[in-house]
């Protein structure tokens, strides 16, 4: 980056608060680099929980909160909801002090959208606070109009037997009550707390929100957004491609293994199902089983993710007789470089929001088998906004699958999808050489 383009803001210090998971650090890291190559000092305060590595980002300082933190915080067993609502409670005080300790050398914090206590802590000290969203413009839309489909009845929902799961969710089409954020295990009540509080911080303490996401595929739910917060809404997405980040410089949770980009060298264009659930959702083991014998049984080749503690009750062998000839599996892959690859042309997906960026990045169709969370709202949009995807649906057998898995990759359904896809990622390309929403969040946040 030219010095002259540095000048306007250097000196001015911005503090970032990552949730200290794979999904939400990742781009947290990469809007770190984007705005330290806008000429920003950055410093990331985080928990020593999943830490980031600071010898990986030399640009960046790096403060550890020093956290103490109750075992439910940490335990995926406690399920996501009650970890995430742990993590605020314990990192409210010390996030707090450390950034404190910046001041006053600090222009504004950005903390993940998640992070409900730490911006209200940020506003006790005097900090003015962004939410970054590393989810949908829709999924966060959801989430802010939770208090209004809580009094229509609409939530929590009862279950699968609900009558209204396939109605329309009212002002936020195209998703339909079952198409709403879900965490299976979690008390609706608790669920919905959460949601509560993450919508109200918003309202209280943010001076406005950073979405990973960009204009040609939710501009008009950013405009809502924007109307209904009454603050600004800035689509900096998808960061994955925007930031300077180079690739030695990800912070990885897992390391990868990268013989598999081999593998798909010695593969045909297109041909390659590419198989990940992303870095926390874990299966049954009757799942497990199925996947194995659909894929077994669709015909195409396939790169399987089996991520370690991925499968409930510990890694279960495959199942015994499966043909395993014409796939590879892997503990944990370079995600990016494989959708990116040549070879691949389709991947079952979670559809987390990072995968589902990613895959719209390289134009590769997707099977999307969303599992919790803010899924089922991506699994939506993929499959019936932007058609680009098939969804897997709520009975999972292995002949439905394998057949589901052929009409992803060849076809004239696959053709179709195909095309889509490769509209899309022509605009994800056209949003990547424009730079006028950073332009206006650095000049946003030069005003603060
Ligand atoms: N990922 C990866 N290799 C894998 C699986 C996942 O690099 O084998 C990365 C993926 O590229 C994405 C992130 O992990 O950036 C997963 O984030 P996402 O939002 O898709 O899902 P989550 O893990 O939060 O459920």
């Known amino acids: 980056m030219a010095k002259q383009e540095r000048e306007p803001h250097s ?20 809007l770190a680099a984007l705005l330290r190559s806008r000429g920003f000092a950055v410093t990331v305060l985080h928990t020593g929980f999943n830490a980031p590595d600071p010898a990986r980002h030399r640009e960046l300082a790096f403060v550890p909160i020093h956290e103490t933190l109750p075992e439910e915080a940490t335990s995926p067993d406690a399920g996501i909801v009650a970890q995430l609502i742990a993590l605020n409670a314990a990192c409210e005080a010390p996030f707090q002090d450390a950034l404190a300790s910046l001041l006053p050398d600090v222009a504004c914090v950005v903390v993940d959208g998640q992070w409900y206590a730490a911006l209200g802590a940020a506003a006790l000290v005097g900090v003015p606070a962004l939410a970054l969203r590393t989810d949908s413009a829709a999924t966060f839309r959801s989430m802010l109009a939770y208090p209004r489909l809580r009094d229509a009845g609409y939530i929590p929902i009862q279950g699968k037997n609900d009558e209204r799961l396939d109605e329309p969710v009212p002002e936020l089409e195209p998703l339909r009550v079952r198409d709403l954020i879900r965490v299976d295990g979690c008390e609706a009540d608790a669920l919905c707390g959460f949601i509560t509080r993450v919508a109200d911080a918003m309202r209280a303490s943010a001076s406005g929100v950073v979405v990973n996401t960009f204009d040609a595929i939710e501009a008009s739910v950013l405009g809502k957004i924007e109307t209904e917060l009454s603050q600004p809404a800035f689509a900096v997405g998808p960061l994955h491609k925007l930031s300077p980040m180079a690739a030695a410089e990800h912070n990885f949770l897992h390391s990868p293994d990268r013989g598999c980009l081999a593998w798909l060298d010695a593969h045909p264009p297109r041909s390659v199902l590419y198989v990940s659930l992303g870095s926390v959702a874990c299966i049954d083991r009757g799942v497990f089983d199925e996947m194995a014998w659909a894929l077994a049984g669709s015909g195409a080749p396939f790169l399987w993710v089996i991520r370690p503690g991925s499968v409930r009750g510990g890694e279960p062998p495959l199942p015994f007789g499966l043909d395993m000839s014409r796939g590879k599996i892997v503990p944990w892959a370079p995600q990016r470089d494989v959708l990116a690859h040549p070879a691949t042309g389709g991947f079952w997906t979670h559809c987390g929001w990072n995968s589902t960026l990613e895959s719209v990045c390289e134009g ?21 906004q932007w058609g680009v995807g098939l969804e897997l649906g709520e009975v999972f057998d292995r002949a439905r699958v394998a057949e589901a898995v052929r009409r992803l990759m060849v076809g004239e359904e696959c053709a179709a999808m195909r095309e889509s896809a490769r509209r899309l990622k022509i605009q994800a390309k056209q949003c990547v050489s424009a730079t006028v929403a950073m332009d206006n969040l650095v000049k946003y946040i030069c005003s603060l």
Request: hydrophobic share 45%; proline share 12%; glycine share 4%.
């Open 11 to 30: 000196g001015r210090r911005v503090a970032l608060f990552p949730l200290p998971f794979q999904g939400h650090l990742s781009p947290m890291l990469q």
């Open 364 to 384: 590769v169709p997707m099977l999307a088998q969303p599992c919790f969370a803010d899924q089922t709202v991506n699994a939506r949009y993929v499959t019936h």
